[in-house]
């Protein structure tokens, strides 16, 4: 016996696109709940699963934008049964369910406390709020609001360094494209780095360092095979490391896992040898090159 193929319903598919948006919505508003402020987030490349806030923000807002047109056609399509419930509800007159009058309520108790900021209401945006200052750190503030919106010019010019050294240290750290109009935010995604990390540069900083002079910039430039300077070659942090090998930064920490190395991308190599208990930064070079 032949079984027919269910032919396409649209009113199917909108109550499953409507269902995932929730799930969408709910998993994004958890994580803009926890994420910390724009200012750090921006600054130190902030990520879960890949996605910065901005883009966390940005499936906010298009998914709830889905779920409202979706649940306009899903009030569509159901608008015969919908109004006939209402008239049915209509006709019982003083039978009319409590669950309406109380959910209202609810509501409007909601959105009272939460305008007057009282407890239990303000207590859950405090407790946001903390969670959400936790992750700022001095060290990852940006020195100027928003410094990743301005040009390199621009932030040479606040910070007081000259641009022609700013570009020479950038440069010899691999940087590529640091023209004068560039945007530090955009600047640090081409090259794979964070502002935070441009404006160590710029300063001439090593990373995780506070105050390192023009050596750090001038540290970073060892070649792929850990030449150069010796002294700068340990200051390269694991990203620069595997920007300068072309190996994915995934695959170095996978490697380095896989040797008991345990590391972070924004560690020095010298770093992450002395905590592991290993004698040369080239160590962590070669288990980079998977050797």
Known sequence: MNNPQRPFRLRACIS??????????????????????????????????????????????????????????????????????????AAVGR???WE????????????????????????LLQWSEGLRRSWEQPAQRAPIAHAEELTLAELCDRAGVPLAAAKER???????????????GQLA??????????????????????GG?????EGSRGGAGGGGNRGGFGRKTLRDACTDEGVG??????????????????????????RNGLDRPGAILEAIRGK
């Open 16 to 89: 499953v696109v409507v269902a995932l948006c929730f799930v969408v919505l709910v998993t994004s508003g958890a994580i803009l709940f926890l994420a910390p402020p724009g200012r750090v987030a921006n600054w130190t490349d902030w990520r879960i699963a890949s996605f910065t806030k901005h883009d966390w923000a940005n499936l906010h807002v298009v998914f709830a934008a889905l779920f409202l047109i979706g649940g306009l056609l899903h009030v569509w399509f159901n608008w015969r049964p919908l109004v006939s419930y209402f008239k049915s509800r």
């Open 170 to 184: 950038l440069a010899a750290a691999g940087v590529q494209d640091a023209d004068d109009g560039v945007v530090i």
């Open 213 to 217: 002079g023009e050596h750090g910039a």
């Open 249 to 274: 930064l995934d695959e170095a920490l996978e490697r380095l896992r896989a040797k008991g190395i345990d590391a972070k991308a924004e560690d020095t190599l010298r770093d992450v040898a002395n």
């Open 189 to 210: 995604e081409r090259n794979g780095l964070t502002p935070a990390r441009v404006h160590e540069l710029v300063q001439g900083t090593p990373a995780g360092a506070a």
């Open 100 to 123: 309406w009058p109380v959910a209202l309520l609810v509501c409007i108790i909601v959105f009272a406390g939460v305008r007057t900021e009282v407890p239990p209401f303000s207590t």
């Open 95 to 97: 039978r009319l369910r």
